[in-house]
């Protein structure tokens, strides 16, 4: 079964820093062409926030450069987010998307979330 979990959400204050974890398990014939960590705050979309590519480029939203990293795992099965001097308007269920080239098409599979709060 495949499966996409994220981990260590939690609450902080303005200033603060978490680490996301996100497993992907389950996934035998899938060719991962990116990782990505998107969130979904209160009353707002779905936006993305940060991916890595299978070729080692990464990006990040605008909102979050110079504060978030990126990284996984050399099995690319694990991707991390180290988000540092954390804001309020980064309080979000956060979501990690497996990005995996099918025949015609790329399949993306999320998990469940992770909810980050961070209070003034």
């Known amino acids: 079964q495949m499966r996409v979990v994220e981990s260590g959400g939690g609450s902080v204050q303005t200033g603060g820093s978490l680490r996301l974890s996100c497993v992907a398990s389950?996934?035998?014939?899938?060719?991962?062409?990116?990782m990505n960590w998107h969130r979904q705050g209160l009353e707002k979309g779905r936006e993305f926030v940060s991916g890595i590519k299978r070729d080692g480029t990464i990006n990040y939203a605008d909102s979050v450069k110079g504060r978030f990293t990126i990284s996984q795992e050399y099995d690319e099965n694990t991707v991390y987010l180290q988000m540092d001097s954390l804001k309020p308007e980064d309080t979000a269920m956060y979501f990690c998307?497996?990005?995996?080239?099918?025949?015609?098409?790329?399949?993306?599979?999320w998990g469940q979330g992770t909810l980050v709060t961070v209070s003034s």
């Open positions: 998307v497996r990005r995996c080239q099918g025949k015609s098409k790329i399949y993306d599979y």
């Open positions: 389950g996934f035998t014939n899938c060719y991962v062409v990116e």
